[in-house]
């Protein structure tokens, strides 16, 4: 026996069976109560349209709420817990919401809460605690969560007889085949209607069809769930490794497939639709199917006095599976005329309907019935009722199949298709079935389950006018709960229909979308969570920097040093003595991540001049420049160096967080734009790791590891460090002399250490992004991403002399748009704090605090010596606007700073410190 | 208990061979003609329309190339992983796009596709394993992923 509590109770259960069918066998039918008037609820089904059985089961951060009772399998050490009361299941002190009931129609929400914005804050407490059902947890979910591709020529969702049948033939067809069932067992209505097939016991023929499949290649899933199916035959299952709640044996608890088949085969079967009655929704009132499974398949009668009500032949293998298994068939309600029933051996009565279920929380106690007119009661402890089956055509619908209606069986079949997906089994043709309507107190005549909408809502809705079943859906949240109206969907397209004197196909239908059945959110997150959330990017650098113990900054998805603070150093101080240690002597930095690409062949120059919006061909080799690129509309988008190694090949280098971008732009050029060059292009950001050595004794630190003079600014040599081979570009992100030494990554901790080492001597420091930022703001360099945000021309940030002006460069031609000449556009200008205090980043500067912002701070610094707060900003005719002083103000934090507007280089502007 | 062992087996001379012209003289270089596309040959993958990823020495190459195309080197950036075992295949279903399992996709067949994020080149070495081609600066988290994954490969 299997050892479970449900709401602290010990229990137990046995093998296979669901925490329905357990708790049933105890004699539980009071599961749950309702979402909005707190009524009690029992078991309705047996599958996953089950609308009132809903449990919290597992403990802590794998608690799971809103689990279905009855597709959910008991396992040894379930802590399975009943939800939406308070304090207790049998004494809900949010029960007495029914007697309010009459004041909480649909929609009364909308109605109610007008007044006021304040007055809604007020409300929004207590709706919000009462809105819900189960609570989601607050721990972390402990389990791993698989995602996995598969490929297929047929999918086949369903493993019932039919599903079987169209796998199994497929596969002697020679086709990669997968089947799967969200059920635990294959073919589970043949445990609930046992029968021989081929000559074998229905599970024994399923159990050999699924051996022959596997033998042939062919997968086959169970507990798994088809939860959508998009374009191109692609679709996602949810597999169930272990139970909710359960701790998973293996490495996963959960996986999810994302499957691309050729062919979609849906075996999915019928749903059994409720009566509409009063009171159909108290424990007791179940559906015939469900009280037939809990018989035939688990061994469970849940009732020992029942009437079945029916509008259908299949009510009457419910009533020989009770009879059989000692129960009282009290009497068979049908709603068609005789001679319906009338040789089953039952008590049968025709033109019969249950009006409403008397009974309480702890079960029905009776049933009254209208009998030709005439009502008549009967004593019971169990209703079974059938009002026909609705084919499960949701798959169908996702793909874009459309529904025709079958009279017969008052239901909507899957009609065309779009996609190769075709429906088998009973949900292409569904058993014939009768309709007749709601019956009883409208009040108490529950549609939908979940949400507690009633006939009498429905009803309300439309006579405010609501005519459109989507609309009507929205005012009364019919079909919204987690069940997604699996057993509400077609009473209330009936009861719309009866309102407005039409056809059920003429009232409409609502959209069926994904997922089919609840999917956990772990199942979509997969294993990116915590600090796999996303891909991290290491440098090759990463574990030497990590040994240091930095504070690391997450510059898109690289992980690179922020600072490396000594002692007690908090981010600014480190940040601030790393920077200092560059203007007085030097310092090394990590500056792999740089986007590089090499640019070989005849045309590689053509090609560069088409990307830079500089000169390139006019480089001497050994000589490097900055440059930057636009895209078509003439604005710049990033920047970079462009160094010329030989004749025919370059190192173009852009910025980390643009890499790619410009990758792909880079492509794009190369591949249509300049398709007839003759030049290759190669991203090897990967391949060079680069060390960025800065500070006035840069070049006798270089000079001393190559055993050779330092070149000079923006020229390139190629050396060696360390036995290693370099290429050592004199180029300057900081306002000082600096280099970069760019090499193979295999090599980078020992041309780091060689490096690092004579740095150390000479009194410097590696340094991270953070004094890097001060740096390069002090000097007025340019970041892509806040300054180069691409709504920029190069005359705007102050590049304008450096822009080739015999053009050819992308976007050149889109300069000349009248809109470039409005002097009043944006320009890159430097702001000083002139008072004191901290200039806000992203803070709008505007002449007086309330009025229009003419601009905004795009990077803010400080005077790594001197001390003052400096930045960089967008301000509109800034270039024309040096020396005024307008207002740095940032709401959000609450800072206003008053500025002084000039240039953007704060630091040797002449840039005299580049030279040796 | 897993059927796919992870080996990293580091990183090794790679070269990007890039062409716009059609030299002549690299068969008689490589002993070969360049594998076309999804195919590898010798230490030659094809990885693109007009790119090829070359393993080891290509100074020879070079020379016979001259005026056609460019070689840069590449093998700094990417990791080398050796997936094998009789599960290899399942294993890169995992977090993947492409369809590993295909009876089609045989020894010597290429693929660049994307695993948990990343753009990886993979070929086929024989039925019990496969060499991936990782950006080094994916590679922690790849190897992660295909260790827990390898724990939990469905049956």
């Not at chain 1, 988008?637 to 030989?646: A, I, K, Q």
């Not at chain 1, 070049?699 to 360390?722: D, F, K, N, W, Y």
């Not at chain 1, 940030?797 to 080739?804: E, Y």
Request: some cysteine.
């Amino acid at each position: 026996m299997i050892r479970f509590t449900f709401d602290g109770r010990a229990l137990t259960a046995k093998p296979g069976q669901t925490l329905a069918a357990a708790l049933l066998d105890h004699g539980i039918k009071l599961v749950g109560r309702s979402f909005k008037y707190h009524r009690p609820r029992g078991i309705l089904s047996a599958g996953v349209e089950e609308p009132n059985a809903l449990v919290t089961v597992g403990t802590g951060g794998r608690a799971e709420p809103n689990t279905r009772a009855t597709d959910l399998y008991v396992y040894d050490g379930m802590v399975a817990t009943s939800q939406n009361r308070w304090p207790s299941l049998s004494s809900d002190l949010g029960s007495a919401l029914q007697l309010v009931a009459k004041a909480l129609p649909a929609g009364f929400y909308y109605k109610t809460f007008f007044g006021p914005p304040k007055l809604w804050l007020f409300y929004e407490k207590f709706i919000r605690r009462a809105a819900g059902l189960g609570p989601a947890p607050v721990e972390a979910d402990p389990d791993r969560y698989a995602q996995r591709a598969a490929f297929c020529d047929v999918l086949v969702v369903g493993a019932g007889p039919a599903g079987l049948i169209a796998a199994r033939d497929a596969a002697r067809a020679g086709k990669r085949v997968i089947l799967v069932e969200q059920d635990a067992e294959l073919a589970p209505s043949l445990l609930r209607d046992p029968q021989e097939i081929e000559g074998q016991p229905g599970s024994v023929w399923a159990a050999s069809v699924a051996a022959e499949l596997r033998a042939k290649g062919g997968r086959v899933l169970t507990r798994t769930s088809a939860s959508g199916l998009w374009d191109d035959n692609f679709i996602c299952l949810s597999e169930k490794l272990v139970e909710p709640g359960q701790v998973p044996q293996g490495a996963f608890t959960q996986r999810y497939w994302h499957v691309r088949a050729d062919e979609v085969v849906l075996a999915t079967g019928t749903l059994e639709r409720p009566l509409t009655f009063a009171n159909n929704d108290r424990p007791g009132v179940m559906l015939s199917q469900a009280v037939r499974t809990y018989v035939s398949r688990f061994g469970v009668v849940p009732g020992q006095r029942v009437v079945v009500a029916t509008s259908n032949d299949d009510a009457y293998l419910t009533a020989t599976a009770l009879r059989q298994a000692g129960a009282e068939v009290v009497a068979v309600l049908d709603s068609r005329p005789s001679p319906a029933g009338q040789d089953s051996g039952f008590a049968v009565l025709n033109c019969a309907a249950p009006v409403s279920a008397a009974g309480g929380k702890r079960g029905v106690t009776g049933v009254t019935a209208l009998i030709d007119g005439a009502e008549r009661s009967f004593a019971c402890d169990l209703i079974a009722m059938s009002g026909g089956f609705t084919p499960v055509v949701h798959l169908h619908m996702q793909a874009g199949g459309k529904l025709d209606w079958d009279d017969a069986a008052q239901a909507f079949v899957p009609g065309a298709t779009r996609q190769n997906v075709r429906t088998v089994g009973s949900a292409a043709a569904p058993a014939p079935a009768e309709t007749f309507g709601a019956l009883g107190p409208a009040k108490q005549a529950f549609v939908d389950f979940q949400n507690d909408v009633t006939v009498a809502d429905l009803d309300l809705a439309w006579r405010e006018g609501y005519r459109s079943v989507e609309h009507l859906k929205r005012y009364t949240t019919l079909g919204m709960a987690t069940d997604q109206g699996k057993t509400s969907n077609m009473a209330a397209l009936d009861r719309i229909a009866r309102r407005e004197g039409m056809e059920v196909p003429q009232a409409g239908l609502t959209t069926f979308r994904p997922p089919y059945t609840p999917v956990s959110m772990g199942a979509l997150v997969g294993l990116a969570t915590g600090e796999h959330a996303q891909p991290t990017r290491r440098p090759a650098l990463y574990d030497l920097h990590a040994a240091k113990h930095p504070i690391w900054l997450n510059a898109g998805y690289w992980k690179r040093p922020r600072a490396y603070p000594v002692g007690s150093e908090t981010l600014a101080e480190a940040g601030l003595r790393e920077a200092r240690s560059v203007r007085q002597a030097v310092g090394l930095c990590d500056v792999s991540t740089l986007a590089k690409f090499e640019v070989q062949g005849p045309d590689a120059v053509q090609f560069l001049e088409r990307v830079c919006q500089t000169t390139v061909g006019k480089l001497a080799v050994g000589r490097g420049r900055y440059t930057f690129m636009a895209r078509e509309d003439g604005l710049v988008f990033d920047d970079g160096t462009v160094w010329r190694l030989e004749d025919n090949r370059y190192l173009l280098t852009s910025s980390t967080g643009g890499a790619s971008r410009m990758a792909t732009w880079l492509s794009y050029v190369r591949n249509y734009l300049c398709a007839d060059l003759k030049v290759s292009v190669v991203c090897v950001q990967e391949h060079y790791a680069a060390i960025a050595v800065a500070g006035p004794q840069s070049s006798a630190v270089m000079a001393e590891l190559t055993g050779a003079e330092a070149p000079r600014h923006m020229s390139v040599s190629e050396t060696g460090i360390a036995g290693v081979p370099v290429l050592l570009m004199a180029a300057s992100f900081s306002g000082e002399r600096a280099f970069e030494v760019h090499f193979d990554a295999r090599h980078a901790e020992a041309v780091w250490r060689a490096i690092e080492d004579k740095v150390l001597q000479a009194g410097g420091a590696p340094y991270g992004i953070e004094a890097m930022e001060l740096l390069r703001i002090e000097k007025g360099h340019l970041v892509v991403g806040p300054d180069i945000d691409g709504r920029l021309t190069a005359d705007e940030l102050g590049l304008g002399k450096m822009v080739n002006k015999a053009g050819g460069w992308i976007g050149a031609a889109t300069l000349h748009r009248p809109d470039f000449a409005d002097s009043m556009r944006k320009q890159l200008v430097g702001i000083e704090a002139v008072n004191g205090g901290s200039i806000p980043e992203g803070a709008m500067l505007v002449r007086r605090v309330g009025e229009q912002a003419e601009g905004h701070v795009t990077a803010s610094g400080l005077r790594i010596m001197e001390g003052g707060s400096i930045a960089l900003a967008h301000l509109m005719g800034g270039h024309m606007r040096h020396g005024e002083e307008l207002y740095a103000h940032s709401p959000t934090r609450k800072q206003t700073v008053k500025v002084r507007v000039g240039s953007p280089h704060f630091y040797d502007p002449s840039g005299e410190r580049y030279r040796d | 208990m897993t059927d796919v062992v992870v080996e990293r087996l580091g990183f090794a001379p790679l070269q990007l061979l890039d062409l716009w012209g059609d030299p002549g003289g690299v068969q008689q270089v490589l002993g070969h003609a360049l594998p076309p596309v999804g195919r590898a040959e010798g230490g030659v993958l094809r990885t693109g329309p007009t790119s090829w990823l070359i393993e080891g020495e290509v100074s020879a190459l070079k020379a016979a190339i001259s005026g056609d195309g460019a070689i840069a080197a590449v093998g700094g950036g990417l990791l080398r992983v050796r997936l094998s075992g009789p599960n290899w295949r399942s294993l890169l279903m995992e977090g993947g796009l492409f369809d590993f399992e295909s009876p089609a996709f045989t020894t010597d067949c290429v693929v660049i596709t994307v695993i948990d994020h990343v753009s990886v080149t993979l070929r086929v070495e024989g039925p019990d394993s496969c060499l991936a081609y990782v950006p080094a600066s994916h590679a922690a988290d790849l190897l992660h992923f295909w260790q827990i994954s390898a724990g939990g490969l469905p049956q």
